[in-house]
């Protein structure tokens, strides 16, 4: 049975054996405690005995050493059960998060485009909490108090089982009403999940598009939108609570039921003759303590309900087959090339395809040479650059480096043997320095700001107060377009791979910074397989081979002088750009 629960609940080996410890030492908790009480029903029977029929008073020295060694073994028991409880579970949370972490680092992109980003944090954060309250605080709590009390259960049948029954009639009833309420309680966790992920991405959004919603002058519109979301969660969690809140008092006016009809079924079978005073009395004592280590397994017990629901959400993410492949990653040279690759973002596992982007696209770029792709805006450029890189696998084709196919390969393995300038320069918060050496971690300082230099990050470094060492903010919010590019390019050149993958990396530099910085890549980037993406032709007419995309198919390749004197898609291209440098507003 505790095997199915370590399935259900997604438990380690390790969580899964302290869980079995925990059981065990909050059952032993349980039984000293009733043995507690039985200890103070021997001090008061010999009391009652002294003061009835004349007997000796219970011995000092005995009631003393009985007291202290009831504290001792109640303290022992209690450090074991927090440490097999509490303890493992908040190390198997933390393991938890770390192994989904782990598992979202090595899944496709494509995972991330079907699942919505704030349902994932919701589960990292949320779901991992709720199952590290209900294991540490209900799992242990709930099958210790049901093994203690069946032993206590047994034990009593032996004095009266007339007083039993009325003694414990009600614990499985209570349980049986929470059970019961399971099933109609389940939507409303749902909703009531549903509403937070809501209210998370609600935030977010804001949060996100802070700028544009100032500059388009939508507070007023997106705070109502937002208050709204956050009202509506708000009131389903209301019910949400306010129903599982009647549940749990109705089972607890249940369970503590048993102590009436111990009393009426006591005082009859007194009056009957058939039990002593003092039977009743010890019966009436057990029953003060026999309910309360249900108590935190009641009130909670719709937490491990909820807690199943978490698991299976994480396991949804446990089982979610990851990007693998080779690790021994060994390809002849670095040309990279596409072999009639066909592509849709709406791919999954199930192998459905999404809406084709790219369809039977052939080229290769060569090692040494400036592979430049070009088209209209979302003819599938920085598609085949995500392919070219394993962000995403092809659906049909191949995608190959050095004779390798990508989809066969590892990829943190392939990724060593790029870098990537993306056109959404991403920047932690760090220092200058910091971020340009996420390119290489062990670089010295020298090649980190060799990098810079030949990136021209010089010239803006050198205005900021501590130079190198300055913080940028939150994703480098104190840095211009420009700036944050240049960051990225030195960590690009830092990095010294063999194939660069350059994503429209020059488009925010004025003219001059992107004179210096282009000086500075074809200096930096020769022998390398580069892909350049860029839109203007001025800065791709000095690439080795154009490739130019329309509608995510090859509309034509060539050197740049082929395909000018071709007259085609490109030369058409250049000429539209020769004519708007021409406007003027
Ligand atoms: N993550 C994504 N999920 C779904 N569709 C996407 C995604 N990224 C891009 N697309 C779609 O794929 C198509 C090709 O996009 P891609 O970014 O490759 O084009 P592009 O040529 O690089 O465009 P641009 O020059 O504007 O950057 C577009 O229709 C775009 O809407």
């Known amino acids: 049975m505790l095997d199915g629960f370590r399935e259900k609940y997604l438990l380690s080996d390790n969580a899964y054996a302290g869980m079995r410890r925990g059981i065990f030492w909050t059952t032993a908790t349980n039984l000293v405690t009733m043995g507690g009480i039985g200890f103070l029903f021997y001090a008061m029977d010999g009391f009652v005995a002294h003061l009835t029929d004349g007997a000796e008073l219970p011995s000092l020295p005995v009631l003393a050493l009985g007291l202290a060694a009831f504290a001792v073994a109640l303290f022992l028991c209690n450090w074991q059960q927090y440490n097999n409880t509490y303890c493992v579970f908040y190390r198997e949370s933390g393991q938890q998060r770390i192994g989904i972490a782990e598992r979202l680092r090595k899944l496709p992109l494509s995972f991330f485009g079907r699942r919505d980003l704030a349902d994932l944090t919701e589960t990292i954060m949320g779901d991992v909490q709720t199952m590290e309250h209900a294991y540490s605080h209900v799992l242990g709590e709930l099958w210790g108090a049901v093994i203690s009390t069946s032993i206590v259960f047994a034990g009593s049948l032996l004095f009266c089982w007339q007083l039993s029954l009325a003694a414990f009639w009600s614990i499985p009833v209570a349980f049986a009403m929470l059970f019961a309420s399971r099933g109609p309680l389940k939507p409303l966790f749902e909703a009531n999940r549903a509403q937070k992920v809501g209210v998370t991405e609600a935030i977010q959004e804001t949060l996100d598009c802070v700028r544009e919603i100032r500059a388009t002058n939508q507070e007023g519109r997106y705070l109502e939108g937002l208050f709204g979301q956050v009202d509506r969660c708000e009131r389903v969690c209301a019910k949400g609570e306010l129903t599982n809140g009647l549940v749990v008092n109705g089972a607890y006016a249940v369970l503590r039921l048993g102590i009436a009809t111990t009393v009426v079924t006591g005082a009859s079978l007194v009056a009957a003759g058939q039990v002593g005073l003092m039977t009743l ?180 470094v050198g205005r900021m107060a501590d130079g190198y060492q300055t913080m940028i903010g939150e994703n480098g919010s104190r840095l211009s377009g420009g700036e944050r590019q240049r960051i990225s390019i030195a960590r690009a050149l830092l990095k010294d791979a063999p194939i660069v993958l350059l994503d429209e990396a020059t488009a925010s530099l004025d003219v001059e910074s992107e004179t210096q910085v282009q000086g500075a890549l074809s200096r930096l980037l020769a022998g390398k397989t580069v892909i350049v993406i860029a839109h203007r032709m001025r800065t791709v007419l000095s690439a080795d081979k154009i490739v130019v995309l329309r509608d995510g198919r090859v509309a034509e390749q060539g050197s740049p002088e082929e395909l000018l004197a071709a007259g085609g898609e490109f030369a058409r291209m250049v000429g539209l750009q020769r004519e708007s440098a021409g406007w003027r507003l």
């Open 281 to 460: 009395f010890a019966f009436l004592l057990m029953v003060t303590r026999i309910y309360a280590p249900f108590d935190q397994a009641l009130a909670l017990l719709s937490e491990l309900f909820a807690a199943q629901t978490s698991a299976s959400r994480m396991r949804s993410i446990m089982d979610e087959p990851l990007a693998t492949g080779s690790a021994d990653f060994r390809p002849d040279g670095h040309d990279v090339e596409f072999d009639h690759v066909a592509f849709g973002y709406g791919a999954g596992p199930d192998g459905r395809a999404g809406e084709k982007v790219l369809e039977d696209v052939s080229f290769v770029a060569r090692e040494g040479e400036v592979t430049a792709l070009v088209g209209p805006s979302g003819s599938g450029k920085s598609t085949c650059a995500r392919l070219a890189a394993r962000f995403w696998d092809a659906t049909s084709g191949t995608v190959r480096v050095g004779g390798v196919d990508v989809a066969g390969v590892d990829p943190e393995a392939l990724l060593a043997d790029y870098a990537v300038v993306f056109q959404d320069v991403l920047l932690f918060d760090d220092t200058v320095m910091g971020n340009i050496r996420l390119g290489r971690r062990d670089a010295t300082d020298e090649e980190v700001l060799a990098a810079a230099r030949a990136a021209n990050c010089d010239e803006f």
